[in-house]
């Protein structure tokens, strides 16, 4: 089993930054990509970022790309999501997860957080 815990998230002002840390524990000998997605109230989850294990390919939503930049760290098990120019629509909140089972864009992987609060004020 997978144990994946997000941190990070609080409350900015509009144009400010924000850093989400997402830590896998448990069986992580088997990560091949992480991602980030975000659900706003109302709204359906959608893909923000996503980034390979074994590469440096990353992924991202067209909304966040320039702004937001995924990042991880092997030996640490942990992936980043640095968030610069933030804007009132970031507003949501933001999953990580592990491995998906399709393409790395679909909602559909193994292991999901519990999700970490951003909310940016105007």
């Known amino acids: 089993q997978v144990l994946l815990e997000e941190s990070g998230g609080g409350l900015v002002q509009a144009g400010g930054s924000l850093r989400l840390s997402c830590a896998a524990s448990?069986?992580?000998?088997?990560?091949?990509?992480m991602g980030w997605f975000r659900q706003a109230p109302g709204k359906e989850r959608e893909f923000v970022a996503a980034?390979?294990?074994?590469?440096?390919?990353?992924y991202y939503a067209d909304s966040v790309k320039v702004r937001f930049t995924i990042s991880k760290d092997k030996a640490k098990n942990t992936v980043f999501l640095q968030m610069n120019s933030l804007k009132p629509e970031d507003t949501a909140v933001y999953y990580c997860?592990?491995?998906?089972?399709?393409?790395?864009?679909?909602?559909?992987?193994?292991?999901w957080g519990q999700g970490t609060q951003v909310t940016v004020a105007s």
């Open positions: 980034i390979s294990w074994s590469n440096d390919n990353t």
């Open positions: 448990g069986r992580t000998s088997g990560i091949y990509a």
């Open positions: 997860a592990q491995n998906p089972r399709n393409n790395v864009y679909s909602g559909n992987y193994e292991y």
